[in-house]
């Protein structure tokens, strides 16, 4: 072979290396540059979404506090057009801007998906009643008395529910001092699990009435308007999962819990999800972990 042609080979190589190099050169080049646009890119929708998300607060700044019952509306029933204009404006945001919303409101909890999780708070919450002799189940048939309330009632005006249960322990002296002579449903049941489930009192001949049972048949919920059967429903439900939770719930982690406000239900839409929350502050863990 002769030094020209070896010459050659060698210009041929090194032709080959540089145009290779060049090639990765521009390929580095260009990936960098459309990283560079990417990350721009990202960081303008960040800056949109973190803007869309204040205008929303600030829009919305009088029903700040319905916020937890937006996340349970936008879960349950995202194409619904609700009757709290929170709730439906909250319902037409992305996921995304759902979740930077609750963030910048100080949320820890995140939009979730997926609507099993109620049936299966609603089947611990049965089993509870059984457990603790709460009174016959009425959520029987999917606890339609209760969804009724919403599905059917969720315009109508929530006015609470009277004081008219007589107290467990009625030599109760601070309740003698005020003169308080009925209850609330929830003061009764929590007399009920204090005197009778915890068995602070002895019952030797009369048992305390199950705070169900004390209901519905003092109520005559079994000969009234179903809209009232609802609104005995909701109270009872809340109250019962409130109780229990509070006697007995674990520790829940920050992300998973849905943070109580000072949101008052004003019709049967807010009372159906302030009793969801309860719901799911009582036995969404438990209910995932199964």
């Given amino acids: ?14 032709s080959l290396v540089a145009t290779i190099a060049v090639s990765f050169l521009i390929y580095w080049l260009q990936s960098r540059h459309e990283k560079e646009i990417q990350k721009l890119q990202c960081e303008k929708e960040r800056i949109a979404l973190q803007e869309k998300a204040r205008l ?54 995140k939009q ?20 603790y002799n709460l009174g016959r189940d009425y959520l029987y048939d999917g606890a339609k008395y209760f969804h009724r309330s919403y599905d059917r009632y969720r315009e109508l005006e929530w006015n609470g529910t ?41 019952f030797d001949k009369e048992t305390p009435i199950p705070p169900i049972d004390y209901v519905w048949e003092y109520q005559s919920l079994a000969h009234t308007r179903e809209e ?7 109270e009872l439900v809340e109250n019962i ?15 998973f819990f849905l943070e109580y406000t000072d949101a008052q239900a004003e019709t049967y839409e ?13 036995y969404y863990t438990s209910v995932v972990a199964s």
């Fill in 241 to 255: 999962a409130t109780i229990i939770n509070n006697k007995f719930g674990e520790d829940v982690d920050c992300q």
């Fill in 56 to 109: 929303f607060l600030i829009d919305n700044q009088e029903e700040r506090d319905y916020l937890p019952w937006c996340i349970i509306a936008a879960n349950l029933y995202p194409l619904e057009k609700h009757t709290r204009k929170v709730y439906s404006e909250y319902c037409r945001c992305s996921e995304e801007l759902q979740n930077e919303i609750l963030n910048q409101a100080g949320y820890k909890i």
């Fill in 1 to 14: 072979m002769s030094l020209a042609d070896i010459i050659q080979i060698i210009i041929g190589v090194l």
């Fill in 270 to 282: 807010d009372k159906y999800y302030e009793t969801v929350q309860a719901l799911y502050n009582a």
């Fill in 112 to 131: 979730f998906t997926g609507k099993y999780w109620l049936q299966g708070c609603i089947d611990k919450l049965q089993q509870d009643i059984e457990k």
């Fill in 228 to 234: 009232t059967v609802c609104m005995w429903m909701m």
């Fill in 162 to 202: 009277p004081n008219i249960f007589e107290p467990i322990n009625k030599e109760n002296r601070l309740m003698m001092i005020l003169n308080v002579a009925q209850i609330s449903i929830g003061e009764y049941i929590d007399e009920y699990f204090y005197y009778f489930v915890d068995k602070k009192m002895d």
